[in-house]
């Protein structure tokens, strides 16, 4: 049998292309040919389709053009030592020397190293630096130079504010910041808000505030605020008194005076008078809580926004037994959540169910006083349908969606049954845990 290595390559030194199977005698071939050799059928391939002077091929390799320089014109030449010495000295305006920053970065300078040479500390270095690229982005976008030239000195601090926000609410601010004489506590103030304010849709007398108006943002965040305190109240009064002095459009000064001139009406007592007598428990998750926690409860999870079927058919009963309290539920189910057996738990038996909802404010009653957006979770007790106290949260289908109120507004809209009574409400772990909720909350 023949292998590939006793193969051997036929060579013929004076023709490479050599092979045994080509050689044939010119009278053999002609006699079994048709047609003579000398008048072929096939068209000759003529040498003029090929360009005598085909065109150069593009050149692949470019040329390398180094960057241009970061730095102004007036310290390119500077040295190390020379680039310390100016930002020692702060020999020009900020947004000038601030290029030096980084320069000292790429050569190895750390933060800590340029304050103890420069004096220039590491949150101002920062300062410097962003506030530069924000004042670039002003002038590359043809931003009026009159504004501009008003954070020529001292501004850094004024245009590190607004950095979150796009290049165009930057001009706006820019021009609210310079016409009102803001410091860096309102620069702060005004990007928060205008930031903040795509996302407050749901919120009270949204739609008559102007999104385009750095001042209505503004306006709309001391009105928001002030739903915080209880009506009547000084600090009610006061947030909008504010809202009032810079609202611009006449909708927001019209719905700022509307609630400042309204008083206390009834549907206020009535939602004030809630507040005070519904004790749902709400709490905060802390970080390695549930891995400290003695006991702990296993929950079956749904997503709100998949609708009330996929409750119904979350497993009902879920127990630990054996010595090991091993977990075992009626069905299979994708996901689960384990929360520490904090008291509202621990007396929940079959039936319980952890519903996700991306937006606190599902929960009328405090929507304002969290004054934020963050995801909850909603354990409810599903062995509990039927609306009984007016006092109580339900889980209910309300309108095609899922909607936690109190009874007594269930009752209004016709509501008697629903897919059950809310045991507590969880808040996602947070670096600030300065909003934990009073121990009043959980009686």
């Not at 008078?273 to 003695?294: H, I, K, N, S, Y």
């Not at 009653?365 to 062995?383: C, F, G, H, Q, Y």
């Not at 809310?422 to 909720?437: A, C, K, M, Y």
Request: charged share 25%.
């Amino acid at each position: 049998m023949l292998s590939s290595t006793s193969l051997k390559p036929i060579t013929n030194l004076k023709n490479p292309f050599f092979s045994p199977f080509l050689i044939q005698t010119p009278s053999l071939l002609s006699s079994h040919l048709p047609f003579s050799p000398s008048k072929s059928p096939f068209k000759p391939i003529s040498a003029t389709l090929i360009p005598a002077n085909p065109p150069p091929q593009q050149l692949l390799y470019q040329p390398f053009r180094p960057p241009p320089s970061p730095l102004p014109p007036q310290f390119r030449s500077l040295d190390t030592e020379g680039r310390l010495d100016v930002l020692t000295n702060r020999l020009g305006l900020w947004f000038e020397y601030a290029p030096l920053i980084p320069s000292l970065y790429q050569e190895g300078f750390s933060p800590p190293s340029i304050e103890e040479i420069t004096g220039i500390s590491g949150v101002e270095q920062n300062t410097l630096i962003v506030g530069t690229q924000v004042r670039d982005s002003l002038v590359q976008s043809n931003t009026d130079e009159e504004l501009i030239a008003f954070f020529d000195t001292g501004g850094a601090e004024l245009l590190y504010e607004i950095r979150l926000l796009s290049v165009s609410q930057r001009a706006e601010a820019v021009r609210y910041i310079v016409e009102n004489r803001l410091d860096a506590k309102g620069a702060q103030d005004l990007a928060r808000a205008v930031k903040d304010f795509p996302r407050r849709q749901l919120d009270k007398g949204w739609k008559s505030f102007d999104y385009g108006i750095p001042g209505d943002c503004l306006s709309f965040m001391y009105y928001r605020q002030s739903r915080e305190h209880r009506n009547p109240s000084e600090q009610r009064s006061a947030a909008l008194k504010q809202a009032l002095q810079v609202a611009v459009s006449e909708s927001a000064k019209n719905e700022v005076l509307r609630e400042l001139e309204g008083g206390k009406d009834e549907k206020g007592e009535k939602e004030d008078d809630l507040e005070a007598r519904v004790r749902v428990p709400v709490v905060r998750m802390q970080f390695g809580e549930v891995a400290e926690a003695t006991s702990v409860v296993v929950l079956p999870v749904c997503k709100a926004e998949e609708g009330a079927e996929l409750i119904l058919e979350a497993p009902f009963e879920c127990r630990s037994r054996g010595d090991f309290s091993v977990v075992e539920a009626e069905k299979e189910w994708k996901r689960w959540v384990v929360l520490p057996s904090w008291e509202p738990l621990a007396g929940l038996n079959d039936g319980g169910v952890a519903v996700t909802f991306i937006d606190a404010r599902v929960i009328p009653w405090k929507a304002n006083r969290w004054a934020m957006e963050e995801p909850i979770l909603v354990v409810t007790d599903r062995s509990r349908k039927e609306v009984e106290l007016d006092d109580m949260f339900y889980l209910a289908t309300v309108d095609g969606g899922l909607k936690v109120d109190t009874g007594s507004r269930l009752k209004e809209m016709g509501v008697k049954e629903c897919l059950g009574t809310v045991v507590l409400v969880v808040r996602p772990p947070t670096e600030d845990n300065e909003d934990q909720l009073s121990d009043a909350d959980w009686e």
